[in-house]
């Protein structure tokens, strides 16, 4: 079992930064990659960022060039830092896991986009 729990979102005016934290626990050893969706009023959860155990990251078109995954200093967090925010990119932000053939997802935190 793994939890995730999310921090750092919120308002922000457009063109402004955010960076977001996820944090794991439970059997945080079995944890490879980790990844960052997000899910925008009547759209579909849509994959935003990944970051495998050797350091691959993958990013959506749309955040490309303005946001960056990392891993913290301690192996059970992630962040994502995004800049150059618009008001597209409002929605909640979720922290992603797979592990030993589950899924597991943060409960999310929710990041607006707006003056």
């Known amino acids: 079992q793994v939890q995730l729990v999310e921090s750092g979102g919120g308002l922000v005016q457009p063109g402004g930064s955010l960076r977001l934290s996820c944090a794991a626990s439970?059997?945080?050893?079995?944890?490879?990659?980790m990844a960052w969706y997000r899910q925008a009023p009547g759209k579909q959860r849509e994959l935003v960022a990944r970051?495998?155990?050797?350091?691959?990251?993958n990013y959506a078109d749309s955040v490309k060039g303005r946001f960056t995954i990392s891993r913290g200093d301690a192996k059970n967090t992630v962040h994502l830092q995004m800049n150059s925010l618009k008001s597209e990119d409002t929605a909640v932000y979720y922290c992603?896991?797979?592990?030993?053939?589950?899924?597991?997802w943060g409960k999310g935190t929710l990041v607006t986009v707006s003056s």
């Open positions: 992603y896991v797979p592990s030993q053939g589950m899924d597991y």
């Open positions: 439970g059997s945080i050893f079995s944890i490879n990659a």
């Open positions: 970051l495998s155990s050797g350091g691959n990251t």
